[in-house]
């Protein structure tokens, strides 16, 4: 299948029933994407597919094909990270990180959608994205500050 990540377009020989999440880790070696629950519950997992938030580990990698997915890896441009990474930085977000890149694609999705979103849209659009650290004020406020970037 043919598959254009990260404004990189890409050959992958994977068998019909392979999740996007498997081909994007194991055979693009893109593992800023996290494994989490599986059934596309917590989040981890969220990329881009044409700008919308996606849970790769339920999504079959043949379905992406022809359309443009972008990763945590992806977003960062010229040696410059995107104002909503920069944001979670600032705002302190990050204890274990493991739900950061999944968070940060769905934050990502949202301001592509609505450039100034209440605390409210911000919950609503993040309900599924889960933190066991409980960092979610801390979210909330990066997002808040990357809104006004």
Do not use: W
Not at 44 to 55: H, Y
Not at 92 to 102: L, T
């Amino acid at each position: 299948m043919e598959l254009n990540v990260n404004n990189k377009n890409y050959t992958v020989n994977a068998g019909p029933d392979e999740n996007l999440l498997t081909v994007l880790r194991d055979y693009l070696d893109l593992t800023g994407s996290k494994y989490g629950c599986g059934e596309g519950s917590c989040g981890a997992c969220t990329v881009l597919i044409d700008g919308k938030s996606t849970r790769s580990c339920i999504t079959p990698a043949n379905s992406a094909s022809g359309k443009k997915i972008t990763t945590i890896e992806g977003l960062a441009q010229n040696g410059k990270m995107h104002p909503v990474q920069t944001a979670f930085l600032n705002a302190d977000v990050f204890q274990c990180a493991y739900c950061a890149p999944g968070m940060i694609m769905s934050a990502v999705s949202l301001l592509q959608k609505n450039a100034n979103p209440s605390e409210q849209e911000i919950i609503k659009s993040m309900q599924g994205n889960i933190c066991r650290c409980g960092t979610y004020p801390r979210i909330i406020k990066a997002i808040q500050e990357a809104s006004t970037v």
